[in-house]
């Protein structure tokens, strides 16, 4: 089965830290980009931050300095690390893979559910 699924979102107050997860099935491989993007309400979603299997990371510039992007290749995983967080980063968070898999023999973006992190002020 094909799916990327996250994990770790929740509560927190401003300043506080939150750590999610993103693990992307075995199905899918060659994963170039691991991506999290976030979408609040009334906006459009937005990419937070990209690692390629080479460990190269981009970030947007609301997040520098205070988010961390990582992953983990051989087991199709990413984390987000999150910190000194502020309440305008209440959002859903998003994961996406981008990957083959058998059935798709082509660089396909696979997303995940989502899921939210609200910062209280």
């Known amino acids: 089965q094909v799916k990327v699924v996250e994990s770790g979102g929740g509560l927190v107050q401003a300043g506080g830290s939150l750590r999610l997860s993103c693990a992307a099935s075995e199905s899918i491989f060659s994963i170039s980009a691991m991506t999290w993007h976030r979408q609040a309400p009334g906006k459009q979603r937005e990419l937070v931050a990209s690692?390629?299997?080479?460990?190269?990371?981009n970030y947007a510039d609301s997040v520098k300095g205070r988010f961390t992007i990582s992953r983990d290749n051989a087991k199709n995983t990413a984390w987000l690390q999150m910190s000194s967080l502020k309440p305008e980063d209440t959002a859903v968070y998003y994961c996406?893979?981008?990957?083959?898999?058998?059935?798709?023999?082509?660089?396909?973006?696979?997303w995940g559910q989502g899921t939210q992190v609200t910062v209280s002020s």
């Open positions: 690692i390629t299997s080479g460990g190269q990371t």
């Open positions: 996406a893979a981008d990957g083959f898999t058998i059935e798709i023999m082509r660089e396909t973006r696979y």
